[in-house]
């Protein structure tokens, strides 16, 4: 945890088509905008416990950008410079504590932030992909291939993102954002392992206790 002090964690929802049709959401014409709180990260492959609020955590694999600089009112032209390293994390979901909250209309915090539910890999400079115009990333789980996307099919791109973030928030050196996941979520039972990679390298892994 010591890494990942003073930062905020945004994330996005429905930024991929098939996983917005799989849950049976609209397309959004705008980011879906959360936040998780800093003690949801879980670094360092540890294991994710289930809790015992929720029957249904879902896994979802995302790409996570960090912020480099201070951002503020950035422009999309110029939103690239300021990210250049990237990791894979899990936006673990309580997908009935979730179902109750939006038929409310209330917000997804319990949700989406509860303690440990937000893994994520150790951050690699962009520059050192193979391709870094469109990253492919992918999720097993117990060794069975799960969800695969590719940042080329984000509905919002990473410097939409930023420019869109930067109007509300002042991004801040270390800021991460969870940028949504594509189709396959699904649920996690106890003794699974998940498996997370980025392009073919394996980055993240993380038991279900
Ligand atoms: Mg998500």
Redesign the pocket.
Known sequence: MHYFHLMKIF???RNYIDHAKELKNPVPKKPLIFTKPITAILDRNRPFYYPEFSQDIHF?V?LVIKMCRHAKHVEEKFAHKYYEEIAVGI?F?ARDIQAELKKKGHPWDIAKGFDRSAPISKFIPIESLNNSKDIQFSLKQNGELKQRGQSSEMIFSFDYLIYHLSKYFTLQKGDLI?T??PAGVGPVQIGDVLECFIEDKEMLKCAIK
Do not use: I, K, R
């Open positions: 994330c996005v929802g979802e995302e936006d979901t969870y949504g996941t």
